[in-house]
């Protein structure tokens, strides 16, 4: 069998899977955030935080619920990883400094999971578990909150009540994530993946010294990690690392933990707000877009140019052998359409072009299918940009699933899409104007630019894979790179809540002959076609200096 062939093969067995989950799993969440009743362990928890679950909340609770949370979890985070050196379990490793410390405790909390650290030689088996695993979980179910309640914001009329925080946050948490991450960890340990707690074992010589591996509680964490879109590795290779990815089946298995409850929200969101015909479209273009960009992957990084490539099959280099070029190409996509950040391959290592679509997936907001929930309001965010750019070229005031798109929606929408950007660019630009920072390049031109542009694209955007070359464990990195995951998960749900409490106080508005019929092929072409020219007009110049250039003089 070739090696598109495979790659095909593949492609179409991930389809098929997400296929077969995508109703029972969106209906599932549907009733989730829909019921009215509380599990005994559930009611165990508001009491031990002191919430109550029943309380509607409007727009700024919400919000303020999810920044309390947060910020709790960041001073947890890092003061774990301040005290690892005097805590038992800690294999050895030291305490880690305050600026790496602030860096990954943002990089958790904010479901971003950048790591500018080593995993087996930094963190501890208290520290993995007790702190990131934790994180793993609850910031992939603040995402989903989130989604829900602008979800409820289009269902509900006449009320600025969005739902609980701490209810959505519990059941999301204990519900979905812990009952999907247990079955996955037992599918990745049966197939190899490890879970243990271990220490440091010495296991034989290598290049003239000894090799030393550590063991870990790796399927578990390895299960949440991708099922929540979050990323982080517990070893620096990541998902390229035997003990995490061990054969071509856990491969796509990942792969399809990564896409699984993105693409299921769609189904969801069509449920609860009574039309899932609304998320049959909201599906198709994120399938649409997905598809696209796995197309153009495997045709980059397929093209042979010159013996080598021939010889390989592929562009191999950076790749894993065991994989090969098209199961890489679809992981790459997937990783960074989705705010997951795991790698089985080194991006760095692409093709120019195959590197750039790596970091436009990322710029296009990560909506296609996007993060656990904040892939759905990121992408109904663009669709109200759509109704509003339909609105504009017929006349008519732009409506969607029966709400005014105003002047205020527009604003809240506008400010969505420029925040992120602005992040992005602006840090690039200093970094690279600045004498200190592009020292920490490995190379120059513009594979060198590429490194710092994708850096800030994958933090602002909470991504958090990286593109290799860039020493990102200095003070400057640290601390911008944890500005700029703060700034891109935050205020984006800001916008959004805000946005969620202006349509949820709206009164209904009647469908008539001229409203936009926002389920049909119709609309889906105009969102996608908003998305991408929204995103190449914005970026365009940055990828111009970079993988564009670097791609068009290969």
């Given at each position: 069998?070739?090696?598109?062939?495979?790659?095909?093969?593949?492609l179409?067995?991930?389809?098929?899977?997400?296929a077969?989950?995508?109703?029972?799993?969106?209906?599932?969440?549907?009733?989730?955030?829909?019921?009215?009743?509380?599990?005994?362990?559930?009611?165990?928890?508001?009491?031990?935080?002191?919430a109550?679950?029943?309380?509607?909340?409007t727009?700024?609770?919400?919000?303020?619920?999810?920044?309390?949370?947060?910020?709790?979890?960041?001073?947890?985070?890092?003061?774990?990883?301040?005290?690892?050196?005097?805590?038992?379990?800690?294999?050895?490793?030291?305490?880690?400094?305050?600026?790496?410390?602030?860096n990954?405790?943002?990089?958790?909390?904010?479901?971003?999971?950048?790591?500018?650290?080593?995993?087996?030689?930094?963190?501890?088996?208290?520290?993995?578990?007790?702190?990131?695993?934790?994180?793993?979980?609850?910031?992939?179910?603040?995402?989903?909150?989130?989604?829900?309640?602008?979800?409820?914001?289009?269902?509900r009329?006449?009320?600025?009540?969005?739902?609980?925080?701490?209810s959505?946050l519990?059941?999301?948490?204990?519900?979905?994530?812990?009952?999907?991450?247990?079955i996955?960890?037992?599918?990745?340990?049966?197939?190899?993946?490890?879970?243990?707690?271990?220490?440091?074992?010495?296991?034989?010589?290598?290049m003239?010294?000894?090799?030393?591996?550590n063991?870990?509680?790796?399927?578990?964490?390895?299960?949440?990690?991708?099922?929540?879109?979050?990323g982080?590795?517990?070893?620096?290779?990541?998902?390229?690392?035997p003990?995490?990815?061990?054969?071509?089946?856990?491969?796509?298995?990942?792969?399809?933990l990564?896409?699984?409850?993105p693409?299921?929200?769609?189904?969801?969101?069509?449920v609860?707000?009574?039309?899932?015909?609304?998320?049959?479209?909201?599906?198709a273009?994120?399938?649409?877009?997905?598809?696209?960009?796995?197309?153009?992957?495997?045709?980059?990084?397929?093209?042979?140019?010159?013996?080598?490539?021939?010889?390989?099959?592929?562009?191999?280099?950076?790749?894993?052998?065991?994989?090969?070029?098209?199961?890489?190409?679809?992981?790459?996509?997937?990783?960074?359409?989705?705010s997951t950040?795991?790698?089985?391959?080194?991006?760095?290592?692409?093709?120019?072009?195959?590197?750039?679509?790596?970091?436009?997936?990322?710029?296009?907001?990560?909506?296609?299918?996007?993060?656990?929930?904040?892939?759905?309001?990121?992408?109904?965010?663009?669709?109200?940009?759509?109704?509003?750019?339909?609105?504009?070229?017929?006349?008519?005031?732009?409506?969607?699933?029966?709400?005014?798109i105003?002047?205020?929606e527009?604003?809240?929408?506008?400010?969505?899409?420029?925040?992120t950007?602005?992040?992005?660019?602006?840090?690039?630009?200093?970094?690279?104007a600045?004498?200190?920072?592009?020292?920490?390049?490995?190379?120059?031109g513009?594979?060198?630019f590429?490194?710092?542009?994708?850096?800030?694209?994958?933090?602002?955007?909470?991504?958090?894979?990286?593109?290799?070359?860039?020493?990102?464990?200095?003070?400057?990195?640290?601390?911008?790179?944890?500005?700029?995951?703060?700034?891109?998960?935050?205020?984006?749900?800001?916008?959004?809540?805000?946005?969620?409490?202006?349509?949820?106080?709206?009164?209904?508005?009647?469908?008539?002959?001229g409203?936009?019929?926002?389920?049909?092929?119709?609309?889906?072409?105009?969102?996608?076609?908003?998305?991408?020219?929204?995103?190449?007009l914005?970026?365009?110049?940055?990828?111009?200096?970079?993988p564009l250039?670097?791609?068009?003089?290969?």
């Amino acid at each position: 069998m070739g090696p598109v062939l495979a790659g095909v093969l593949q492609l179409l067995a991930l389809i098929a899977a997400l296929a077969l989950a995508y109703v029972p799993l969106g209906n599932y969440m549907a009733t989730v955030y829909s019921s009215d009743k509380h599990w005994r362990v559930e009611k165990w928890v508001y009491k031990g935080i002191g919430a109550n679950p029943d309380t509607e909340m409007t727009w700024s609770a919400y919000l303020r619920g999810v920044l309390a949370f947060s910020a709790v979890g960041v001073l947890f985070l890092y003061l774990l990883m301040r005290l690892q050196g005097v805590l038992p379990g800690s294999l050895g490793f030291s305490s880690v400094d305050p600026a790496q410390s602030f860096n990954t405790a943002v990089s958790f909390v904010t479901n971003t999971n950048w790591q500018s650290y080593y995993g087996e030689q930094t963190m501890g088996h208290v520290v993995q578990t007790a702190g990131l695993a934790v994180q793993n979980f609850v910031s992939a179910a603040v995402g989903m909150a989130v989604a829900v309640a602008l979800v409820r914001g289009f269902a509900r009329s006449r009320t600025g009540e969005l739902g609980n925080f701490w209810s959505d946050l519990v059941r999301g948490t204990l519900r979905i994530l812990v009952p999907a991450a247990a079955i996955a960890a037992i599918v990745l340990v049966a197939c190899g993946v490890i879970q243990n707690f271990s220490g440091i074992h010495e296991v034989g010589q290598f290049m003239g010294g000894s090799q030393q591996w550590n063991g870990g509680a790796v399927a578990s964490q390895e299960a949440i990690k991708e099922i929540g879109t979050n990323g982080g590795g517990y070893f620096n290779a990541n998902s390229a690392h035997p003990f995490e990815n061990p054969t071509p089946f856990t491969n796509l298995f990942e792969i399809f933990l990564i896409l699984v409850i993105p693409f299921a929200l769609t189904r969801t969101f069509g449920v609860m707000v009574g039309s899932v015909k609304q998320g049959y479209a909201i599906l198709a273009t994120m399938a649409t877009i997905w598809l696209g960009f796995v197309a153009l992957m495997m045709w980059t990084e397929f093209a042979h140019h010159g013996p080598a490539f021939q010889a390989a099959g592929g562009a191999y280099e950076g790749k894993e052998v065991r994989f090969g070029v098209g199961a890489s190409s679809i992981f790459a996509v997937s990783t960074t359409l989705t705010s997951t950040g795991a790698v089985d391959s080194f991006h760095s290592s692409f093709t120019g072009l195959g590197g750039g679509i790596t970091m436009l997936g990322m710029m296009l907001g990560e909506i296609a299918p996007g993060g656990v929930g904040s892939g759905l309001y990121g992408m109904l965010v663009m669709a109200v940009i759509a109704v509003f750019i339909a609105g504009l070229m017929v006349g008519r005031t732009p409506e969607y699933l029966g709400k005014k798109i105003g002047t205020r929606e527009i604003k809240l929408a506008a400010c969505y899409i420029l925040i992120t950007p602005a992040l992005v660019l602006v840090f690039t630009a200093v970094s690279m104007a600045l004498p200190t920072p592009p020292h920490s390049m490995l190379n120059t031109g513009a594979h060198g630019f590429s490194e710092v542009l994708y850096a800030f694209t994958s933090a602002s955007n909470n991504n958090g894979s990286a593109f290799a070359g860039l020493n990102a464990n200095t003070d400057w990195f640290n601390t911008m790179t944890g500005l700029a995951m703060l700034l891109g998960r935050f205020l984006p749900m800001v916008f959004v809540l805000a946005l969620a409490g202006s349509l949820a106080g709206q009164k209904p508005v009647p469908v008539t002959a001229g409203t936009l019929r926002t389920e049909k092929p119709l609309f889906t072409g105009l969102l996608v076609g908003a998305i991408v020219i929204i995103t190449g007009l914005t970026y365009f110049p940055a990828l111009a200096l970079g993988p564009l250039a670097e791609g068009l003089a290969s």
